[in-house]
């Protein structure tokens, strides 16, 4: 089992910057992709950004060029600038294992823009 806990959401003005984390513990070592996912109400999650146990990088193309993942099966984090009222939401991490078909969600952490 993996636990996770994020932090570092809040309160910002649009332009302004945060930065997520998200730590692990547990069955770290079978985890092969870590991402971030937003939701925002009456919508589904969706990809923010993402990173495997290699290196390869996926981001939303709403994200591109403000965001930055990085991190490991210990610790994943997202650097958010030039935040835009459209990233409001709710940002959970992410850790699953292909291996071994699990699937973890941290508990979430609300971001809010202020325009």
């Known amino acids: 089992q993996v636990q996770l806990v994020e932090s570092g959401g809040g309160l910002v003005q649009a332009g302004g910057s945060l930065r997520l984390s998200c730590v692990a513990s547990g069955s770290v070592f079978s985890i092969s992709t870590m991402g971030w996912y937003r939701q925002v109400p009456g919508n589904p999650r969706e990809l923010v950004a993402s990173?495997?146990?290699?290196?390869d990088i996926n981001y939303a193309d709403s994200v591109k060029g403000r965001f930055t993942i990085s991190g490991d099966s210990v610790k994943l984090s997202l650097e958010m600038n030039s935040l835009k009222a459209e990233d409001t939401g709710v940002y959970y991490c992410?850790?699953?294992?292909?291996?071994?078909?699990?699937?973890?969600w941290g508990q979430g952490t609300q971001v809010t823009v202020s325009s």
């Open positions: 990173i495997t146990s290699g290196g």
């Open positions: 992410r850790f699953y294992s292909d291996v071994l078909g699990t699937d973890h």
